[in-house]
């Protein structure tokens, strides 16, 4: 059974990391599917609920416009 980082760790491993420059939306998306390749099923999993929980929140989002 592997040991997955507790959340904490993840999150200090994201806040030490550098901000890199990117020329393009194509270098950021590049780099972006380059790290999701290593990631493993529990962590797709989570991503993907996360993104489902967005979804569901801003489907519901009523946007007003003041003039």
Do not use: C
Not at 11 to 25: G, H, M
Request: glycine residues 0%; without cysteine; neutral net charge.
């Amino acid at each position: 059974m592997e040991n997955y980082p507790k959340d904490d760790e993840k999150q200090q491993a994201a806040i030490n990391e550098p901000d890199a420059e990117y020329a393009s939306r194509e270098a950021v998306e590049l780099e972006r599917l380059k790290k999701h390749i290593y990631m493993s099923d529990m962590e797709k999993l989570q991503a993907f609920t996360r993104m489902l929980i967005r979804n569901a929140t801003l489907k519901r989002a009523v946007i007003t416009h003041h003039k």
